[in-house]
């Protein structure tokens, strides 16, 4: 019977082990020794993360994530990558449970499923016979109860995604990796390339603010530390979180918590509002459709906008996806 714990996600796929040929040349000692240098400089290292402490023997070369929420991290710095969890299918995902900003790259690399809906599998990851294991400490795919067990498997680093960017997440895990050279100039180029994107914004009235609309619950506003706040402040926007005064206790990390009942007043100051589509739908229509919101001056102005889908959870992929659709949504 297969080992599985619930709330978890992970994938997988074998990659071939490839054998150089005979050869009558003899071999460039110099450069094999390179080879051979550069192969073990900076390993064994020992990583800290929101589990504890891992020690990696080498450089990894068959990684198993088991959160979808940083496989594109891992796909974004080219990291050996064999399989990955899956999500439930949403309007997230593909047809797979893969993230829908980095779905195709994963297809493409032939990044196999471990396992789905966010069932941790460790039989399912163990069979991939992974010398790595990335996943995470926070949200529906933590992996905190199954550490140890996960850890017999493979050394394993955890990290928690409730309060850190997808910058950051891209560092921790490059250093996990040995990818730190690769994750500097992944951030770099996503730097330069969001700067000329914001030159191409003519921004909508400001101060603005971004939420998730949750209907008769209220809304999930993203505080100023966010990831969503600062994209919208990269590009330029005038980013004012809801009135402090009017949040309950909020979701943890940098999400607040607006009721029905504090919402107009929590959100008044906003001239723009975006909404963050978490379970599809139309949720610019449901927002500002909603009878207690109507004198909002963002609603009555028509100056509420989607961020769509792909900014939930965002990493390299789904932020530059955000971006491109603000860009159209705003062109000059």
């Given at each position: 019977?297969?080992?599985?714990?619930?709330?978890?996600?992970?994938?997988?796929?074998?990659?071939?082990?490839?054998?150089?040929?005979?050869?009558?040349?003899?071999?460039?000692?110099s450069s094999d020794g390179d080879s051979k240098a550069e192969?073990?400089?900076?390993?064994?290292?020992?990583?800290?993360?929101?589990?504890?402490?891992?020690?990696?023997?080498?450089?990894?070369?068959?990684?198993?994530?088991?959160?979808?929420?940083?496989?594109?991290?891992?796909?974004?710095?080219?990291?050996?990558?064999?399989?990955?969890?899956?999500?439930?299918?949403?309007?997230?995902?593909?047809?797979?449970?893969?993230?829908?900003?980095?779905?195709?790259?994963?297809?493409?690399?032939?990044i196999e499923i471990a396992y789905k809906d966010l069932e941790?599998?460790?039989?399912?990851?163990?069979?991939?016979?992974?010398?790595?294991?990335?996943?995470?400490?926070?949200?529906?795919?933590?992996?905190?109860?199954?550490?140890?067990?996960?850890?017999?498997?493979?050394?394993?680093?955890?990290?928690?995604?409730?309060?850190?960017?997808?910058?950051?997440?891209?560092?921790?895990?490059?250093?996990?990796?040995?990818?730190?050279?690769?994750?500097?100039?992944?951030?770099?180029?996503?730097?330069?390339?969001?700067?000329?994107?914001?030159?191409?914004?003519?921004?909508p009235p400001q101060p603005t603010t971004a939420l998730i609309?949750?209907?008769?619950?209220?809304?999930?506003?993203?505080?100023?530390?966010?990831?969503?706040?600062?994209?919208?402040?990269?590009?330029?926007?005038?980013?004012?979180?809801?009135?402090?005064?009017?949040?309950?206790?909020?979701?943890?990390?940098?999400?607040?918590?607006?009721?029905?009942?504090?919402?107009?007043?929590?959100?008044?100051?906003?001239?723009?509002?975006?909404?963050?589509?978490?379970?599809?739908?139309?949720?610019?229509?449901?927002?500002?459709?909603?009878?207690?919101?109507?004198?909002?001056?963002?609603?009555?102005?028509?100056?509420?906008?989607?961020?769509?889908?792909?900014?939930?959870?965002?990493?390299?992929?789904?932020?530059?996806?955000?971006?491109?659709?603000?860009?159209?949504?705003?062109?000059?």
């Amino acid at each position: 019977m297969a080992r599985r714990l619930p709330t978890l996600i992970a994938a997988a796929a074998a990659a071939a082990l490839l054998l150089a040929g005979c050869s009558s040349t003899t071999p460039d000692a110099s450069s094999d020794g390179d080879s051979k240098a550069e192969a073990t400089e900076g390993w064994p290292r020992t990583v800290e993360h929101a589990a504890g402490s891992t020690t990696i023997d080498e450089k990894p070369l068959r990684i198993v994530s088991a959160a979808p929420s940083f496989t594109g991290a891992l796909l974004s710095i080219d990291a050996p990558l064999v399989a990955t969890a899956a999500a439930p299918v949403t309007p997230l995902t593909d047809d797979n449970g893969f993230f829908t900003q980095w779905a195709d790259v994963a297809v493409e690399r032939g990044i196999e499923i471990a396992y789905k809906d966010l069932e941790l599998d460790l039989d399912a990851i163990d069979q991939f016979e992974p010398d790595l294991i990335i996943g995470s400490a926070s949200g529906g795919d933590s992996a905190t109860e199954a550490y140890e067990q996960l850890s017999e498997i493979a050394p394993t680093v955890l990290i928690s995604y409730a309060d850190i960017t997808w910058q950051e997440i891209t560092e921790q895990i490059s250093e996990a990796t040995g990818l730190e050279a690769e994750a500097t100039e992944r951030i770099a180029e996503y730097d330069q390339w969001i700067t000329e994107q914001a030159s191409k914004i003519k921004l909508p009235p400001q101060p603005t603010t971004a939420l998730i609309y949750m209907g008769p619950e209220g809304s999930w506003p993203f505080n100023v530390e966010s990831p969503q706040a600062m994209l919208l402040s990269s590009l330029g926007f005038d980013y004012q979180p809801a009135k402090e005064e009017f949040l309950s206790e909020g979701q943890g990390g940098r999400v607040g918590t607006l009721t029905s009942e504090n919402a107009a007043a929590g959100l008044e100051d906003a001239a723009t509002i975006f909404t963050v589509a978490m379970t599809g739908g139309d949720p610019v229509s449901d927002f500002s459709n909603d009878a207690l919101l109507a004198n909002l001056p963002a609603i009555t102005n028509d100056q509420v906008y989607t961020m769509g889908t792909d900014s939930f959870r965002l990493d390299y992929y789904s932020a530059k996806r955000t971006v491109e659709l603000l860009v159209n949504t705003f062109p000059k």
